[in-house]
């Protein structure tokens, strides 16, 4: 269980931010507009699944999915990531994020807030800061930092690409890393970068928002980690392939 | 979201008339249309009610939000020198309003909620009662939300006082029109959400391969790393296209085929109109030749074209003389070639004429995002986007970028813009046809003022696709004051163009007076292309007291942002500074 002072910590990061923003999104709001129609910071929300797929795991048929969904203005957004895989019947993975979000730069944004890992074994919560954008070459990025508790610190990169086979036939490579600053053994996680994914997608948009797909993802985990689960007796490589649904709205 | 949206798409395909023309009037389907054509009112003296009415354009029934139950809204015809009276009655359940497109008048008849009054509200009556100062065709559209998008616009043909020194035989107004079967609100929220959701025509990986095997694989890496090195888009003409735009003439989609009749060899003035919310059109007649007389209703010195290119809310008259027993094509394609609207001239009803293909699609270019000037060297300017040095315009203008301009809401800012008036634009350039410039336009008499301009004002405009933010300087509507203009002051406007579209920029209540590259006096107009990657500079004479809107006639970018008022105030009343670079 999360200890008092590691939750205080926590909050103690996360509070300047949960009592600044709601002034920051209203300052625009109270500006007199002259123009009584016009509303042109409007309130906006956005849910994305951008996974929700099934995997051909070792173990069986994996659920796996992956959430991003926001809501607020031009220039803050409340934003929501959850993550998670279920095997079995069991939930293996569980993260869910909160972050406040704020464009910074003409292709990134910045956010900060708290992350909560669910699953796997041990809760776990952090204070996340990030910046997330678009790199070159249509290059999504999202590149997290995280301080967690007893001083765990942690980082994932995420970086995804859209390559039109058509218009609306799309390949998209994808490629995430995560990498620890401690051993937390009872959630299977060594010290330096833990894991890394590769994926492969092939989605046909029916319609922008609706995009069924399939492709291959690759995980590989390494050092502290890799050895942790070998002595678990579980596998270090992993490929696997999936078939899932893009939904937006 | 639709139900069934394969059969949706080959069936819009259908009405949009992009494969075929005259073969679809052979199947003998034509879209149901419920809202009435427009009838003709004159006098001094109307009563316009404003409400929702059921209309059908693809097959699928939508509400359209009329006056008088018709789309487009009824053609009114005034008299210069009457005083006009018009009682305007709201139905709907929410707010409206009545802007008149390039009229002078008083800023408390001009239109614009929380501007000029507070808007009618549902079930009350507004009277509009103003003297009718110029002659021209103009037209006048909703100011309030997305009610222009959903049918509420309607052509002002105004008589001269004196004599039409025209002598023509025959008048039709022609109002070109963008019809969505989505919400209109919805169409800005998915722009918000993904900017590029209605491009269906971005470079694949065969565009690649293709551009491989014509340019070699060196040309092909380096065009491409410059695009994703900037994260622009070289397809990126518009930002609603044909997948949901059905375009209309005179509120008749391609298929239904709206017809004017003429006798052969009479004269005939066509008054085009741009009604449309997001789209520009480049209008021709195959075979004819129009002669322009007029923009914004103002007359030019009379220039011979096939083809012009119509901006949102400007106005263009034309003669054209159609001889035989023949029907002629009105054709106007949408900037982005996505769709087209179509009509027919013909000496009898029922006739139609070849309709041609929509023109290549074409991409932008280096120069087209004022980054040109070094012989389109396009893989020498990689990497140039946020470039900082003052760029250079001419040996007349040095442009300046505001501090504003260096925020997330703007992704590019042009280093070399290009001045030019006699460029006709993407998609129009050596197309072997005969295409209208703004350097071919020119009032007949001198500037009607006389006056150098005392300042220039420079506003730049801005925007971010990605997050679909569009401004002034980088400023928002909501994050900007008012330009202030001390009332009789003559004024520059010096507009340059930092994004990679064409905007159509309008100033209410007073005039734009084009200037030519030199800084002399052109052509008067309400509303003025700046063209992608170009700046232009107009004069204004500041002669009518009180809040005015000015902004960019594409309704969502206005929507979004694009907009700022102009405070037409004595000297005395004001004394804080006006935004944007004032030089003396």
């Not at chain 1, 300047?16 to 002259?34: G, K, N, R």
């Not at chain 1, 994808?174 to 894991?195: K, Q």
């Not at chain 1, 797909?213 to 392939?241: H, I, N």
């Not at chain 2, 901006?311 to 001889?323: Q, S």
């Amino acid at each position: 269980m999360i200890d008092r002072i590691d939750r205080r910590h926590v909050l103690a990061v996360l509070a300047p931010i949960l009592v600044l923003m709601p002034p920051l999104a209203m300052a625009e709001d109270s500006l007199p507009s002259a123009v009584a129609h016009m509303d042109d910071n409007p309130w906006q929300t956005m849910f994305l699944l951008d996974q929700f797929e099934w995997q051909d795991a070792e173990e069986g048929g994996a659920l796996v999915w992956d959430v991003n969904a926001w809501a607020g203005t031009d220039d803050h957004r409340v934003l929501l990531r959850a993550a998670g895989e279920r095997v079995d019947g069991t939930t293996e993975e569980n993260r869910v994020e909160l972050l406040w979000w704020h464009p910074v730069a003409s292709r990134w944004d910045l956010v900060a807030g708290l992350r909560q890992d669910l699953e796997p074994v041990t809760p776990r919560s952090y204070a996340a800061l990030g910046v997330q954008g678009l790199a070159p070459w249509w290059v999504h990025v999202e590149a997290t930092a995280y301080l967690g508790e007893r001083g765990q610190t942690a980082a994932t990169l995420e970086a995804e690409t859209d390559l039109l086979l058509t218009n609306r036939l799309i390949l998209a490579p994808r490629l995430e890393a995560e990498a620890y600053g401690r051993d937390d053994e009872r959630n299977g996680v060594g010290n330096g970068l833990s894991e890394i994914t590769a994926g492969l997608r092939l989605r046909y948009e029916i319609r922008r928002e609706f995009a069924p797909y399939f492709g291959l993802e690759w995980t590989g985990k390494l050092g502290d980690t890799a050895d942790l689960a070998r002595a678990d007796g579980e596998s270090v490589r992993d490929a696997r392939w999936v078939a899932g649904l893009q939904v937006w709205f | 979201m639709s139900d069934n949206y394969l059969p949706r798409a080959g069936r819009r395909r259908f009405l949009q008339g992009l494969a075929l023309g005259a073969a679809a009037i052979g199947l003998g389907w034509r879209a149901a249309r419920a809202a009435a054509p427009p009838e003709v009112l004159r006098g001094n003296d109307f009563d316009l009610r404003i409400g929702a009415v059921p209309v059908n354009f693809t097959g699928r029934e939508r509400t359209a939000i009329t006056v008088n139950g018709s789309l487009p809204a009824p053609v009114l015809h005034w008299r210069e020198g009457d005083t006009v009276t018009l009682r305007v009655t709201n139905t709907l359940d929410e707010p409206t309003s009545i802007h008149w497109h390039g009229l002078l008048l008083p800023a408390d008849m001009d239109g614009v909620p929380g501007l000029s009054f507070p808007g009618i509200a549902p079930g009350e009556t507004f009277t509009y009662q103003f003297p009718v100062r110029q002659n021209g065709t103009y037209w006048y559209h909703s100011h309030s939300g997305m009610q222009e998008q959903l049918g509420l616009y309607g052509a002002l043909v105004i008589e001269p006082r004196a004599a039409d020194p025209l002598a023509v035989d025959r008048d039709h107004v022609i109002v070109l029109s963008d019809w969505t079967d989505e919400d209109p609100h919805r169409v800005l929220a998915r722009l918000k959400k993904q900017p590029d959701y209605y491009n269906f025509h971005q470079r694949t990986v065969a565009d690649f391969f293709r551009d491989v095997k014509r340019t070699g694989l060196g040309a092909t890496l380096a065009d491409r790393h410059m695009w994703g090195n900037m994260r622009m888009n070289p397809t990126d003409l518009a930002d609603v296209s044909g997948y949901t735009y059905t375009y209309l003439m005179n509120g008749e989609a391609p298929v239904d085929n709206w017809t004017g009749l003429f006798r052969p060899g009479e004269r005939v003035r066509l008054r085009f109109i741009n009604a449309a919310a997001m789209t520009l059109f480049d209008v021709r007649i195959p075979g004819l030749k129009m002669t322009v007389v007029a923009t914004d209703g103002q007359p030019v010195v009379p220039v011979v074209v096939d083809e012009f290119r119509i901006g949102n809310a400007e106005c263009y008259d034309v003669l054209v003389t159609p001889e035989g027993d023949q029907a002629w094509t009105i054709f106007a394609q949408s900037m982005d070639r996505t769709g087209f609207a179509r009509g027919t001239l013909a000496p009898r009803a029922g006739m139609s004429a070849a309709v041609p293909a929509p023109d290549p699609r074409v991409l932008l270019t280096m120069a087209d995002m004022g980054h040109g000037g070094s012989g389109h060297d396009m893989s020498a300017m990689a990497g140039h986007e946020g470039h900082e040095m003052p760029a250079t315009a001419s040996s007349r203008v040095t442009i300046h970028h505001a501090p504003t301009e260096f925020g997330p809401g703007v992704d590019m800012r042009a280093t070399n813009p290009s001045p030019r008036l006699d460029d006709p634009g993407i998609g129009l350039r050596d197309n072997g046809r005969r295409v209208l410039t703004y350097a071919d336009l020119a009032s007949p008499g001198a500037d009607p003022d006389g006056r150098e301009p005392g300042r220039t004002i420079e506003l730049h405009l801005t925007g971010n696709m990605e997050r679909y933010v569009w401004s002034f300087n980088g400023l928002k509507m909501s994050e900007a004051g008012p330009i202030r203009l001390t009332l009789g002051e003559r004024v520059r406007f010096l507009l340059v163009n930092d994004t990679m579209m064409d905007h159509p920029i309008h100033l209410h209540g007073m005039w734009s007076d084009l200037e030519d590259e030199e800084g002399r006096f052109k052509v008067r107009k309400h509303t003025l292309i700046v063209k992608a990657g170009h700046w232009l500079s107009y004069r204004v004479t500041a002669d009518a007291p009180g809040p005015w809107a000015y902004h960019c006639h594409l309704a969502l970018h206005m929507e979004s942002g694009m907009f700022r008022t102009v405070l037409v105030a004595d000297a005395a009343a004001e004394g804080s500074p006006t935004e944007g670079h004032g030089h003396d």
